[in-house]
């Protein structure tokens, strides 16, 4: 991950897709039209009944593009989801393999949620060797898959390599684009059961149809992470013991670890230069392009408290997103109109706007206690999280 401080590695998604996604990239080379994902948002704004209910139909299919082939893997049998620690939400991880024998690119993906308990899915690539140590952790837990709250929960550098988020149809990168795929080489697919209002005994088996190609002359694309920090206070008029930030942070640890309780200091050390909170609406970071390159597409990623996220090229003062109404249930990353040139020097700003009064006026989190907000993995959770999809320089 790409931050000024480099804050940790350890993000959802998310949510989060992860988008989650915590969330993939549909973009093309300068003169290629835009591919974008297919699916319209189920709705606009806050005002949904259910987290994402009904997941929008798919639009049709798209068709082979010369040279592609499909792969279609799934998680080995169904899985019921259980949060620990009285939570309501889980991360799990399952290993797939795609099946590689010779050096391949990934140039789009479909996920397939088989329940509507998913609320993000990422995919993280791994070497062969990782793969072995996934599989170990796959073999120590019981059940199907293992535990991976903000990662692919192994050690090592896995890399995003796609997503879905509500709002997501088909990915379908540009001609010329793809995430190299070396032999031998698994996915790690990591979903996030949002499990508020689910049925008892609820299971999933959900998969994803991937595109690969054999050509080599494909340019190697890079997801780049671009966290940025939330305190947000309990709204006028709340009150309880979680709208104490020492206290909503506790509650973070008990659900998913003390990993993902430091990340809220983290965040503050890296983008706020070891300042204290700062608690507000509005929070932003700057992160360092680490080398010259080109950026394709932008998206951003929060939970249902988001109001507005944009992302900024500075020193040129450009922007490459502005989300003003966010959308939950529209999280797909946004191809640029034309490819943008980064420096080393550059600077990449999200800045993120959250409203904690949603919390009152939103069904799914009317139930929950007030808090105090913070990066958490959690639904009743936020995040404030820019994906930049981008190439280096050869």
């Not at 988020?165 to 698994?186: D, I, K, Q, W």
């Not at 929060?302 to 966010?326: K, N």
């Amino acid at each position: 991950m790409a931050g000024h401080g480099a804050p940790g590695r350890r993000l959802a998604a998310a949510a989060v897709l992860l988008l989650a996604g915590a969330l993939a990239a549909s973009c093309s080379p300068a003169g290629e039209p835009a591919a974008a994902p297919s699916g319209p948002a189920t709705h606009a704004g806050h005002t949904t009944a259910a987290p994402h209910a009904g997941h929008a139909t798919p639009a049709a299919d798209q068709p082979l593009r010369d040279g592609e082939r499909f792969v279609t893997v799934a998680m080995p049998r169904p899985y019921a989801p259980a949060a620990p620690a009285g939570g309501t939400d889980e991360y799990r991880c399952f290993l797939v393999d795609p099946g590689l024998s010779a050096p391949a690119f990934l140039t789009g993906s479909r996920f397939r949620p088989q329940a509507e308990l998913v609320h993000h899915a990422i995919f993280f690539r791994v070497s062969p060797a990782q793969a072995a140590v996934a599989a170990a952790a796959d073999a120590d837990a019981p059940g199907e898959g293992w535990t991976c709250f903000g990662d692919a929960g192994i050690p090592g550098d896995a890399a995003w390599v796609a997503h879905w988020a509500p709002g997501v149809g088909e990915t379908l990168l540009g001609p010329g684009l793809g995430y190299p795929m070396p032999p031998g080489s698994r996915l790690v697919m990591q979903v996030h059961y949002n499990l508020i209002g689910a049925a008892p005994g609820a299971t999933d088996r959900s998969s994803v149809r991937l595109r690969f190609t054999d050509r080599a002359d494909v340019t190697p694309l890079e997801t780049m992470l671009l966290p940025a920090p939330v305190e947000l206070p309990c709204a006028d008029g709340e009150t309880g013991p979680l709208c104490d930030r020492a206290t909503a942070v506790r509650d973070v640890a008990r659900r998913f670890g003390e990993p993902s309780a430091r990340m809220a200091d983290r965040l503050l050390r890296g983008c706020g230069g070891g300042a204290g909170p700062a608690p507000g609406t509005t929070q932003s970071c700057e992160h360092p392009v680490p080398a010259a390159g080109t950026v394709y597409a932008v998206g951003g990623h929060m939970h249902l408290l988001g109001e507005s996220v944009t992302v900024r090229l500075e020193p040129a003062g450009r922007t490459l997103l502005d989300v003003g109404q966010y959308d939950f249930d529209a999280q797909a990353v946004q191809p640029l109109p034309e490819p943008v040139t980064v420096r080393p020097g550059d600077t990449l700003r999200v800045t993120c706007t959250h409203d904690a009064t949603l919390r009152r006026r939103l069904p799914q989190l009317r139930d929950q206690p007030p808090r105090y907000v913070v990066w958490g993995e959690g639904t009743a959770d936020e995040m404030c999280l820019g994906l930049v999809v981008w190439s280096r320089a050869r």
